[in-house]
Every structure is written in C-alpha cells, then in structure tokens.
C-alpha cells in the first residue's frame, strides 16, 4: 500500500504561485507514475500534470507554461509549482501515484487552492 499526504493549498490572488506538495510513504519502489488532477464540486476530477520514472512532464494545455510537475526523490514528494494562478485554477487537487507492476491506484486526501480574482 501507498498513502499520499498533500499540502500547500490555499487562498492567493490572481497572479500569484503556489506550491503543492504531495509526501509518499509505503511501498514506493515500483511506483512508475505520479499525477495530480483537480476537481470542483460536482464535477469530474480532470488531468492536470503527470511525470513518469522516465522523468518525462506532460500538462493540460490550460496549465502549460504554467505549472511544473517534479518531485524529490530523496524526500519521497511529488511537486506541483503554480505560478501566474488564475480563477479558474480554483480547486482542489490532488495527487495520483500508479503502480503498473502491482496494478495499484492511490490517492491523495486533496488540498483547496482558491484564486481570488
């Protein structure tokens, strides 16, 4: 198993950044995938950023130029940089850890990030 912790949400102003930050711990050695998606309420979790073992980033294209996705190994955390937020990045988000080999699928409790327009 794999537990997630993320951190760093909050309320910001347009134009503002914010750093997300999603702590790992568990059985972590095979996991090949990380993500974090964001969701509003009622509304569908949607894709926002991906980095592989590979160390290929991969965005939406709302968040290109944005956003950057990395992560620490050292510190088993996964990054989400936010730069230049707007209101529509209103959300919460959350970070997604995938595992082809044990075929697991974990999740974050999520973080609220609110831009103030």
């Known amino acids: 198993q794999v537990q997630l912790v993320e951190s760093g949400g909050g309320l910001v102003e347009t134009g503002g950044s914010l750093t997300l930050a999603c702590l790992a711990s568990?059985?972590?050695?095979?996991?090949?995938?990380m993500r974090w998606y964001r969701q509003l309420p009622g509304r569908e979790r949607r894709f926002v950023a991906a980095?592989?073992?590979?160390?290929?980033?991969t965005y939406v294209d709302s968040v290109k130029g944005r956003f950057t996705i990395s992560r620490d190994n050292a510190k088993n955390t996964l990054y989400l940089h936010m730069n230049n937020l707007r209101p529509e990045d209103t959300s919460v988000y959350y970070c997604?850890?995938?595992?082809?080999?044990?075929?697991?699928?974990?999740w974050g409790q999520g973080t609220q990030v609110t831009v103030s327009s």
């Open positions: 568990g059985n972590i050695a095979t996991i090949d995938d």
């Open positions: 997604n850890f995938r595992d082809t080999l044990r075929d697991g699928d974990y």
């Open positions: 980095l592989t073992v590979r160390g290929t980033p």
